[in-house]
C-alpha cells in the first residue's frame, strides 16, 4: 500500500491541473502515478459542503489531511492487537461498527475506538484481506463516500459568531488566536489585493498577495501560508463578514484552525488587524501597483512592521514576542 500513498506536493499538483482542466490521465502521467490512484484519490479525499455547492471540489491540503486522518485510524486496530482481535470477534457475531463502538464507550474501556475507525479499518487492504465487510449489517464490498454533515442555513451561522469566541481570546492571554482581513486597492489594479493576519497576543503580523477575490483562491492561498506553523500557533482566526471568507469551512479539516465572525458593520472588533491596516498603507497605499510587488517586497514590508517595538509588548518586538511564544511550544 505504501507505494500508492501520495504526498502532499503531488496532492497539490492534481488540484492545479484539475483546476486547469487538465485530464486525469495527463495528470498521473505527470506526476508518474498510475491513473487508478489519481482517481481513486479524487474520489476519496474530495472536498463536499452542503450549504455552498459551488465551493465543492479538490483541494490538497485538504485531501492530505483526510488521507492522514484515515490512515491513523487504521494503524490504531493494526496496532493495538488485542482491541483488534475484539472487534472482529464482535463483527462475525452481527455487531455493526457503531454498536461496538458504543459498547466500549458504555463499558468505561480505556482503549476505544470510533465506529469511524472500525470502518476504515474493515475498509483498509488488511481489512479487506480478511473480508470483513461481508460482516456488516450492509455488506457492502465497498464503502459510499462520507462527507461531514453541516448545519444548513447561514454562510456564518450563529455558533461562529465572535460571540460564541472563548473569553480568553479576547484577553489575548494566549498564542495562536489571529486576526485576518483583505486589503482592496484602486480597480485601475485590477482583482489583486493582499490579505493581512495578525497574532492578537504579540502582534505578530503576515501579509501575503492575492491574484483574486475568490473565497476558494484566498482560503488555500491562507492554508498555504499558515500551515508551516505548529498547530498551536494558529488555533483560530476573527474575520468579518465578507464574501471573500465564505470558504471558512476549509480551514479545520486544513490546518485545524478554527473560524470566528465579527457582527455585520462592526469592524472594531477585530481592531488588531484595522491597526496593522492603517499601518501597512504606508508602505501599500491604495494606488500601489500590487501586480509589480515581489514576494520579497511583501517579506520586507512584513520585516519592518515586525521589527518595531510596541509600547503594548514592553517595548519588544513583534518578531520578538512571536519568537519567545514558538519557543514555549518547543
Same mark, same amino acid.
Given at each position: ?12 499538483? &492534481? ?13 498521473? *502521467?505527470?506526476?508518474? $502515478?498510475?491513473?487508478?490512484? &489519481? ?24 485531501? =492530505? ?5 484515515? $490512515? ?11 482491541? $483488534? ?13 457503531? =454498536? ?27 481489512? =479487506? ?5 461481508? @460482516? ?28 460564541? #469566541? ?15 482581513? !483583505? +486589503? ?7 482583482? +489583486? ?6 497574532? %492578537? ?11 483574486? %477575490?475568490?473565497? /476558494?483562491?484566498? +482560503?488555500?492561498?491562507? +492554508? ?8 498551536? *500557533?494558529?488555533?483560530? &482566526?476573527?474575520?468579518?463578514?465578507? &464574501? ?6 476549509? !480551514?479545520?479539516?486544513?490546518?485545524? /484552525?478554527? *473560524? ?18 492603517? $499601518?501597512? #498603507?504606508? @508602505?501599500?497605499? #491604495? ?8 514576494? =520579497? ?34
Amino acid at each position: 500500500m505504501a507505494h500508492t500513498e501520495l504526498n502532499l506536493r503531488e496532492r497539490r499538483t &492534481i488540484e492545479d491541473m484539475l483546476n486547469a482542466k487538465i485530464p486525469v490521465r495527463e495528470i498521473a *502521467a505527470e506526476i508518474g $502515478r498510475h491513473v487508478s490512484t &489519481i482517481y481513486r484519490d479524487i474520489k476519496r479525499n474530495r472536498y463536499a459542503d452542503e450549504d455552498l455547492p459551488e465551493l465543492n471540489g479538490y483541494y490538497g491540503v485538504v485531501a =492530505q489531511r483526510a488521507a492522514v486522518q484515515r $490512515r491513523a485510524r487504521r494503524q490504531k486496530l493494526v496496532r493495538l492487537v488485542g482491541l $483488534r482481535k475484539a472487534v472482529i470477534k464482535q463483527l462475525k457475531e452481527g455487531w455493526s461498527p457503531e =454498536q461496538i463502538a458504543g459498547r466500549l464507550f458504555f463499558e468505561g474501556q480505556k482503549v476505544r475506538v470510533s465506529h469511524e475507525t472500525i470502518y476504515a479499518y474493515v475498509y483498509s487492504p488488511d481489512g =479487506q484481506s480478511k473480508e470483513l465487510a461481508r @460482516y456488516l449489517p450492509n455488506r457492502r464490498k465497498k464503502r459510499r463516500p462520507h462527507h461531514s454533515r453541516r448545519s444548513r442555513g447561514l454562510v456564518f451561522p450563529p455558533d461562529r459568531s465572535i460571540h460564541e #469566541r472563548p473569553d480568553y481570546v479576547d484577553t489575548r492571554e494566549t498564542f495562536g488566536e489571529w486576526e485576518g482581513d !483583505l +486589503m482592496i486597492f484602486e480597480r485601475a489594479q485590477g482583482k +489583486m489585493n493582499v490579505a493581512s493576519l495578525i497574532e %492578537r497576543k504579540t502582534r505578530f503580523a503576515v501579509l501575503f498577495r492575492n491574484n483574486d %477575490r475568490s473565497t /476558494t483562491h484566498l +482560503m488555500d492561498k491562507l +492554508m498555504t501560508v499558515m500551515e508551516p506553523l505548529p498547530q498551536t *500557533a494558529r488555533k483560530s &482566526i476573527t474575520f468579518d463578514r465578507g &464574501i471573500e471568507f465564505r470558504n471558512w469551512r476549509k !480551514l479545520e479539516p486544513g490546518i485545524g /484552525t478554527e *473560524a470566528w465572525f465579527c457582527d455585520p458593520q462592526a469592524p472594531w472588533q477585530k481592531g488588531s488587524v484595522e491597526n496593522l491596516n492603517k $499601518r501597512a #498603507r504606508r @508602505y501599500l497605499p #491604495r494606488d500601489a501597483p500590487v501586480a509589480a510587488l515581489s514576494n =520579497q517586497d511583501m517579506k520586507s514590508i512584513c520585516d519592518r512592521l515586525n521589527g518595531t517595538p510596541r509600547k503594548c509588548l514592553g517595548w519588544r518586538t513583534p518578531t520578538e514576542a512571536f519568537r519567545e511564544e514558538l519557543m514555549k511550544l518547543r
